[in-house]
């Protein structure tokens, strides 16, 4: 793909935009609804079981106007065909980015190199399928023949992010003799908590790693493997059917001891924030079904395909994608919350955070430059209603303007009456109370004043269904690609992420080798490896 060059605060759009910005903060969202009545109607977008009510931003129509034209003037439209036609997005590694091929039939035509795709990918699908089956009909059997009951999911990141954030989002549909754990943290109070938790003749590991290098997850993975092997009495579990691995280096996989029978694979065009999509879905299929799976990406695939198709103005991640370019650029807000009306979507704002943060927390530009302009925000959040009772308050009454994307689902057949008519009633309460504040009542005492005018999206499922599960996780997918493309910066890669992990290799190499410290990268952390070696003699002393 051809890197581009024109920066986004050079474009006619955006200096409009910084035009109208002094205007934008003096937007007053009441006044607003009372001179257009169909306010609600004409900032709203429905599609397919998703409703997106964006009438609650501090936008009116010629801003909304200024950011489709910002849109159309960038190269979000070029960008976004060489994103489904598979070109290395990714420039600086020289990677398609086909994560959308993973959820795609084959009308849909996908190719990377100019070979199609979806044979390779049904064969992957057929192999999750068959293990889920035998799993799930208890035919999948540990080396002491007893049917598994438990399974380890091993990762860290978006290894296990997705699929952990699934199998409790949809678990109403979960197998119901199955329990599912999952192991990240490479605390060792984490490992040791589930593995407590586990019968050892019927546990299953998967260990999901892209590279399978990832150092919190092998040191995960021998640990297991080593507290199996002992409750077990027996040696060489790893390449038992007790350990599947789920990789795109079937090469490191193997060498890790595991056989290659057992090892699904994916390719390196997905990246691994994105492969819930992937053979690491494999965990979902397990606890859910293999038909509930197919059904998140049927929900995943259409709103794709409204990505790739709808006009700008109709689109509902461009729409959520400007919207956030307005307050992160115009407004200079910083953060965003996301309050998922929803226990089960209470890992949510978690999953979102690796998706928006680490795709966009950049500020060198596609061809290198560094960009004077902010890209990403913070992104943050809790499930309501806690959220309300812990940091709403600086909502309400401080100084800061926090846009919040508040999600629901409108039916709950797995709650009581009574708790989702009051859950929801609290989602539009708040909505309402952030818009309008308490300014219309007299003599109030200053310490009760609540200004208003803060802005909130509601995004609305008509159920939290697996397919709608799809469409949510790629609504906010699309978002972060839009916004990306817009600011001209990669998506794709982290290597702010690898500065950190090549440095804790170092660390660990250097005690290993018995270097004496001369690894620790600078005098202060020398410094506290003595500090922790004096009362621990993890480290050998610098």
Not at 59 to 75: K, V, Y
């Amino acid at each position: 793909m051809t890197k581009t060059t024109t920066p986004p605060d050079t474009l006619p759009a955006w200096r409009t935009l910084e035009a109208l910005a002094a205007g934008g903060k003096r937007l007053d969202l009441l006044s607003l609804f009372q001179k257009d009545p169909d306010r609600h109607r004409r900032f709203a977008l429905s599609v397919d079981g998703l409703l997106l009510d964006y009438s609650k931003n501090l936008i009116d129509e010629t801003i909304f106007s200024a950011l489709l034209e910002l849109a159309e003037q960038s190269t979000l439209g070029h960008q976004r065909d060489a994103l489904f036609n598979g070109d290395p997005i990714n420039c600086s590694e020289q990677r398609a980015a086909l994560h959308t091929a993973l959820r795609g039939e084959r009308e849909d035509g996908y190719r990377c190199g100019g070979q199609p795709l979806n044979e390779q990918i049904s064969a992957t699908l057929a192999e999750m399928a068959t293990i889920s089956g035998l799993v799930r009909e208890g035919k999948w059997l540990g080396v002491t023949g007893k049917a598994v009951r438990d399974i380890v999911h091993i990762g860290i990141g978006g290894s296990v992010l997705g699929p952990q954030l699934a199998c409790q989002a949809l678990r109403p549909y979960r197998h119901p003799d199955l329990r599912v754990h999952f192991i990240a943290n490479v605390d060792g109070e984490d490992v040791l908590n589930t593995l407590n938790q586990l019968d050892p003749e019927r546990t299953l590991v998967i260990v999901a790693s892209k590279t399978f290098t990832t150092q919190e997850t092998l040191l995960n993975t021998r640990t297991t493997l080593h507290w199996l092997e002992q409750k077990l009495q027996r040696s060489g579990l790893v390449s038992s059917r007790q350990v599947i691995a789920l990789t795109a280096n079937r090469k490191n996989a193997e060498a890790f001891g595991i056989p290659s029978s057992q090892i699904l694979t994916f390719d390196e065009w997905v990246g691994g924030r994105y492969s819930v999509w992937s053979c690491v879905g494999l965990t979902i299929s397990i606890s859910l079904g293999h038909e509930r799976f197919t059904e998140m990406l049927g929900g995943a695939r259409a709103m794709d395909r409204h990505f790739r198709s709808a006009p700008f103005a109709e689109n509902m991640p461009v729409i959520l994608a400007l919207l956030g370019i307005w307050y992160r650029n115009f407004l200079d807000t910083t953060s965003v919350a996301i309050i998922p009306y929803c226990q089960r979507l209470s890992l949510l704002p978690s999953y979102l955070q690796q998706l928006d943060m680490e795709s966009n927390g950049k500020s060198v530009s596609q061809s290198g430059e560094t960009i004077a302009y902010q890209t990403g925000p913070v992104l943050w959040g809790q499930t309501g209603t806690n959220a309300q009772h812990t940091f709403f308050q600086l909502f309400h009454q401080s100084n800061h303007l926090i846009p919040l994307d508040l999600v629901a689902a409108v039916n709950e057949p797995e709650s009581i009456d009574e708790h989702h008519r009051t859950l929801l009633a609290n989602l539009l309460a708040q909505a309402s109370a952030l818009m309008t504040g308490n300014r219309n009542q007299p003599d109030l005492p200053a310490h009760l004043i609540c200004p208003g005018n803060k802005p909130s999206n509601l995004l609305l499922l008509d159920a939290l269904t697996p397919y709608h599960f799809g469409q949510v996780l790629a609504l906010y997918e699309h978002k972060v690609f839009v916004q990306g493309a817009i600011w001209n910066i990669n998506s794709y890669d982290q290597w702010g992420v690898e500065l950190g992990k090549g440095i804790a290799s170092d660390l660990l190499s250097g005690h290993d080798s018995d270097q004496d410290g001369e690894s620790a990268p600078d005098p202060s952390t020398r410094q506290l490896l003595n500090h922790i070696n004096r009362r621990t003699g993890l480290f050998k002393t610098p």
